[in-house]
T-cell receptor, first 115, second 116 residues
Framework: GAGVSQSPSNKVTEKGKDVELRCDPISGHTALYWYRQSLGQGLEFLIYFQGNSAPDKSGLPSDRFSAERTGGSVSTLTIQRTQQEDSAVYLC?????????????FGPGTRLTVL | AQKITQTQPGMFVQEKEAVTLDCTYDTSDQSYGLFWYKQPSSGEMIFLIYQGSYDEQNATEGRYSLNFQKARKSANLVISASQLGDSAMYFCAMREGADSNYQLIWGAGTKLIIKP
């Protein structure tokens, strides 16, 4: 079956513009995560969706960042008024119901470059 | 304080040798899980192995094993008989708690290079 897909794979934008990043999780996976990976670094948690529960937004770095998940499937991460420090690879992952031990399956990421 | 510490930013290992990648963690939870992921230069994150805090046996998956020492809070990854294709970044990650928040907390990674 298809894995996690993300689009676009690369996005170059000018400082101050808004961007939308899309994630299509694996069908049937109820948990969806967004992470950010800066060059040469580990992953930084951004936001987590689990089924119909309110998302855990505790990792969002500022109010310029928001995410939604429609119909429990596709998710969109929106960054408003982008800054150069937002440049990173944004990774989406999904997993079965959020129980301990369940691995997260990652998409290929979106490389965001803010000029 | 760092929750996940990987002290080896980079390692060179001769092909066919075994390699141990270090990971120590910090949590006050009794229930937690430890993961290792591989990230080749292509960028995708590949799950390798998982160890639960209540698992009594060390996890093994093919050439990968996890040396889990709970009292020392360490979860080192052992790769036996290394291959050129093992060259990649390796990340240790932890999930705290048995319910609610399931985000993974990540270490900074170790870059492993296998020499022919």
């Amino acid at each position: 079956g298809a894995g996690v897909s993300q689009s676009p794979s690369n996005k170059v934008t000018e400082k101050g513009k808004d961007v939308e990043l899309r994630c299509d999780p694996i069908s049937g996976h109820t948990a969806l995560y967004w992470y950010r990976q800066s060059l040469g670094q580990g992953l930084e948690f951004l936001i987590y969706f689990q089924g119909n529960s309110a998302p855990d937004k505790s990792g969002l770095p500022s109010d310029r960042f928001s995410a939604e998940r429609t119909g429990g499937s596709v998710s969109t991460l929106t960054i408003q008024r982008t800054q150069q420090e937002d440049s990173a690879v944004y990774l989406c992952a999904s997993s079965l119901a959020g129980t301990s031990g369940t691995e997260q399956f990652f998409g290929p990421g979106t490389r965001l470059t803010v000029l | 304080a760092q929750k996940i510490t990987q002290t080896q930013p980079g390692m060179f290992v001769q092909e066919k040798e075994a390699v141990t990648l270090d990971c120590t963690y910090d949590t006050s939870d009794q229930s937690y899980g430890l993961f290792w992921y591989k990230q080749p230069s292509s960028g995708e994150m590949i799950f390798l192995i998982y160890q639960g805090s209540y698992d009594e046996q060390n996890a093994t998956e093919g050439r990968y094993s996890l040396n889990f020492q709970k009292a020392r809070k360490s979860a080192n990854l052992v790769i036996s008989a290394s291959q050129l294709g093992d060259s990649a970044m390796y990340f240790c990650a932890m999930r705290e708690g048995a319910d609610s928040n399931y985000q993974l907390i990540w270490g900074a990674g170790t870059k492993l290079i296998i020499k022919p």
